[in-house]
Nanobody, 114 residues
Framework: VQLQASGGGLVQAGGSLRLSCKAS????????MGWYRQAPGKQRELVAI???????NYSDSAKGRFAISRDNVRRTVYLQMNSLKPEDTALYYC?????????WGRGTQVTVSS
């Protein structure tokens, strides 16, 4: 299983970014996909998840600002992030579970300047 995340960068507060994560090695359409983040000195935390049936769930900090979506043909999950805040600065990881094991992408850095 490989997860390749991209789309991070430096953005001013109030700006937007769209993260992408392309998966291989799994039957993508059957798997729940998640976005997590880890800020320096903090634990990794869930940002959003999307099920195989396209049901979504968000952390309180992401609700109303972020949107997770998936394209099963492209085997890609997206995280649209709007109204970004400095506290959103973190390394963002995509994740899936396959045969009881969690798999993580390498992470893409998001930095929001004030």
């Amino acid at each position: 299983v490989q997860l390749q995340a991209s789309g991070g960068g430096l953005v001013q507060a109030g700006g937007s970014l769209r993260l992408s994560c392309k998966a291989s090695g799994i039957n993508f359409g059957l798997h729940t996909m998640g976005w997590y983040r880890q800020a320096p000195g903090k634990q990794r935390e869930l940002v959003a998840i999307i099920s195989s049936g396209h049901s979504t769930n968000y952390s309180d900090s992401a609700k109303g600002r972020f949107a997770i979506s998936r394209d099963n043909v492209r085997r890609t999950v997206y995280l649209q992030m709007n109204s970004l805040k400095p506290e959103d600065t973190a390394l963002y990881y995509c994740q899936t579970r396959f045969r009881l094991n969690d798999y993580w992408g390498r992470g893409t850095q998001v930095t929001v300047s004030s």
